[in-house]
């Protein structure tokens, strides 16, 4: 990584009037962190939206850190469009910042504060451009990920790079835990680069386009297994999508999660379950996938131990979605 506009002793009691955008967990210490150190004059969330069995309508979790607060919230359903836009103007604040919030920004939403737009990205810009960078830096097997703190543009997420600061991945690295770790990493890196931003002694720097790599939005889909895939490929997708989508195969046309696994030498039929010195084992395209932690369709997380027990037949089937 080549590190830039280094932020080492940059906090300073400079305060600005911000309008923060963002939605989800991972913008709450983002915001927490504005808050104690700016003044935060709205925020702009997604709408309520139906979750849960009874699909009752709920507020994101940045509305209620909002609400909380005392802050004013705008939901827009689509930001650009032009009452949107004339009611972020009346906000009147000196510089907009952003956290997966959702929706792209046109280029007259990004003008309105004289201190343009800033992104809380989770990756180190210009590899994981899109909305899943921290699945997919798991998936690619890369050592290292980080945050970027950049002035937007009207791409995706292509504008200049005001700072960034990198952190090793754990061997056991899953989306929970390095989601956990990049959103508190976001908030702090923010609050340093700000200052230095606003004063103008922290320039931006263009992002090198020859050396951008995407990380498209995940779908549920994307969880099956395809077990003529490496063990080592499988192994990376089932911690990149921990909690969510999760990694899934079927077996006897029921559903099968997969929640925890390792990876060994040896091989065997592609989705083929063996026994394998006193282990379970799943032939891949390359090496075996030992499963720690299954759920059939229907039923609770079980050890792969207590599962055979229960369904002897397993061992010696040929597991789907391949």
């Known amino acids: ?34 808050i104690a150190h700016h003044e935060v004059i709205g925020v702009v969330t997604q709408p309520d939206r139906p979750a849960g069995r009874n699909r009752q309508l709920q507020m994101s979790p940045i509305k209620q850190v909002a609400l909380e607060a005392g802050i004013p919230v705008q939901q827009p359903e689509k930001i650009r469009r032009a009452e949107a836009v004339t009611e972020l103007r009346q906000w009147s604040p000196d510089v907009y910042i952003v956290a997966a919030f959702g929706q792209l920004l046109p280029q ?22 899109g909305a899943a960078p921290i699945q997919a830096v798991i998936r690619a097997g890369d050592a290292e990920t980080g945050i970027t703190i950049m002035k937007m543009d009207a791409g995706l997420d292509t ?16 989306g929970q835990s390095l989601h956990d770790k990049l959103s508190i990493l976001g908030g702090e890196l923010l609050i340093d680069t700000l200052p230095g931003y606003l004063s103008g002694t922290i320039p931006p720097v263009p992002q090198d386009d020859a050396l951008a790599t995407f990380a498209p939005r995940i779908e549920k889909e994307e969880g099956r297994i395809n077990w003529h895939e490496s063990a080592a490929q499988i192994e990376r997708t089932m911690r990149a999508f921990t909690p969510w989508p999760g990694t899934y195969t079927s077996w006897e046309s029921k559903g099968l999660k997969i929640h925890g696994g390792t990876i060994g030498a040896g091989s065997a039929e592609a989705g083929r379950v063996i026994e394998r010195g ?16 299954v759920q059939l369709e229907g039923r609770g997380v079980v050890s792969i131990t207590d599962f055979v027990r229960g369904y002897p037949a397993f061992v010696g089937a040929v597991l789907g979605g391949s």
């Open 1 to 34: 990584m080549i590190e830039f506009n280094s932020v080492d002793n940059p906090r300073s009691e400079t305060v600005a009037k911000v309008v923060f955008m963002g939605t989800p967990d991972f913008a709450v210490p983002v915001l927490r962190q504005l």
């Open 108 to 129: 007259a939403v990004l003008d309105i504060p004289p201190h343009g737009s800033i992104n809380v990205h989770a990756s180190l810009l210009p590899r994981w451009r």
């Open 159 to 174: 504008g200049a790079m005001l700072s960034q600061r990198a952190i090793s991945l754990a061997p056991d690295e899953t």
């Open 278 to 293: 006193g282990q379970i084992a799943v032939g891949t395209g390359d090496g075996l996938f030992y499963p720690t932690r």
